[in-house]
């Protein structure tokens, strides 16, 4: 094993990380994408500090082949996206680049710093960068090209002791960012791990800290759920915590007043778990699927004097109040709920925009009876019809009229 030293300001050296080799680490290379090997050894070619980071280095020491690489370097989004043409850069507050590869996309971020705290947006070095991550088994730095791993925190030994270890202080880690109490239970769950109890008692008594998350990255939790194939363990330690009511709160509702309910609801998400691992990704619609057909066989008025498009519309509006505070795609969601018809036997056709007068295609009926009744529910500045702009002819002043030739 080997040691990464610092050169402090009094000239003295500090030992600053371990460096674990190929022989110790024992992690195969043939499980890393080679397209992320492709990234990274191309910034290194150009004298920039790069590695792999996050889950992908925890599940490689694991043993797993992770399904994302997400990368990490001193090179600003700026230099990143002058030595990769297929990228793009992203985000407002942090700046990252998105770099693709065919169909893949790989996050390339800058180091962080902790000079305006654990959640300010400044760059900084790979020594602050460590401490801005949120446990141990996630702070871990490996480089395909030389094939080693930089452990700052003592990562490699909690993974190895399988437990669960915050790197944030206690007294801030949740109140900077709530979701993280999410992530503690998945990583747990996907990894077998355990939680500290000292760490379990505050997640219990700072849940409702998830109250104030915005659906946006409720919904990307989710999302990240419902892939990951332990949908149903994962859900299941979330309600032990007292969270998924933050996630799903009429769901998490139904179950503890239903058994029955309850009992279809976990068996829905067995099943999503066991497609995600026989085909090894679904779409966010075949996924809503699965969270949402308890409640569509419990509550869908299947009324045969109605016909199928009423029947649908008022699911739809039922579901959509279901699934809050989510926010999954409205395509998705419909789409969803057709399957569901479909299953049924219900085949509600997808009806074509009617023309007005004008030739422009007017609101659908759907459409209109959601504006009316919840404002929520109005369409999108994509679904709305382009209103052709006038131009409004200039009028001749008095003084332009009467002057002289």
Same mark, same amino acid.
Not at 114 to 127: L, P, R, S, V
Not at 306 to 332: C, H, S
Not at 373 to 391: F, M, N, Q, V
């Given at each position: ?55 992908? &280095? ?38 990252? &680049? ?54 700052? &925190? ?15 202080? =206690? ?17 747990? &769950? ?147 709920? =057709? ?67």
């Amino acid at each position: 094993m080997r040691i990464r030293y610092a050169t402090t300001p009094r000239g003295t050296l500090e030992k600053q990380a371990l460096v674990y080799t190929r022989e110790e680490h024992r992690i195969t290379l043939n499980l890393v994408d080679p397209d992320a090997v492709m990234i990274v050894t191309r910034l290194k070619s150009f004298h920039y500090e790069t590695y792999i980071v996050g889950g992908a &280095v925890r599940d490689l020491l694991i043993g797993k082949k992770p399904k994302d690489f997400d990368i990490v370097t001193n090179a600003t989004p700026h230099q990143i996206k002058r030595i990769f043409r297929n990228s793009r850069i992203i985000g407002k507050r942090f700046r990252l &680049v998105h770099v693709y590869v065919g169909n893949k996309i790989f996050e390339v971020a800058t180091f962080r710093s902790i000079k305006d705290g654990h959640t300010g947006n400044t760059y900084g070095t790979i020594e602050e960068d460590v401490l801005r991550r949120d446990f141990t088994l996630n702070a871990l730095f490996y480089d395909p090209v030389e094939e080693v791993v930089l452990d700052f &925190v003592g990562g490699v030994e909690d993974i190895r002791n399988r437990r669960l270890k915050a790197i944030i202080p =206690r007294e801030v880690i949740f109140k900077d960012d709530p979701v993280r109490m999410i992530r503690a239970v998945k990583y747990a &769950v996907m990894t077998g791990f355990s939680i500290p109890w000292y760490l379990a008692w505050q997640i219990r008594r700072e849940a409702p800290l998830l109250d104030t998350v915005s659906p946006s990255r409720r919904t990307e939790e989710m999302s990240k759920i419902v892939s990951s194939g332990y949908a149903y363990p994962i859900v299941e330690e979330l309600f032990k915590y007292g969270l998924y009511r933050y996630l799903q709160p009429r769901a998490a509702g139904l179950c503890k007043k239903d058994r029955l309910f309850k009992k279809a609801y976990f068996a829905s998400l067995q099943a999503l778990d066991k497609k995600v691992q026989e085909a090894g990704t679904v779409s966010m619609g075949d996924a809503l699927v699965f969270l949402i057909r308890s409640y569509v066989e419990i509550t869908s008025p299947w009324d045969k004097e109605k016909e199928n498009l009423e029947v649908y519309r008022d699911t739809f509006r039922e579901v959509r109040q279901f699934i809050m505070p989510l926010n999954p795609p409205r395509l998705a969601l419909e789409q969803a709920l =057709r399957l569901l018809f479909r299953e049924r036997g219900i085949v509600v056709k997808k009806h074509r925009l009617p023309k007005n007068k004008k030739g422009a295609p007017s609101f659908p009926e759907l459409f209109k009876e959601e504006q009316e009744g919840d404002h929520r529910s109005t369409p999108s500045l994509s679904e709305r019809p382009r209103r052709k702009k006038r131009r409004r002819k200039g009028k001749k002043t008095p003084l332009a009229e009467h002057a002289p030739i």
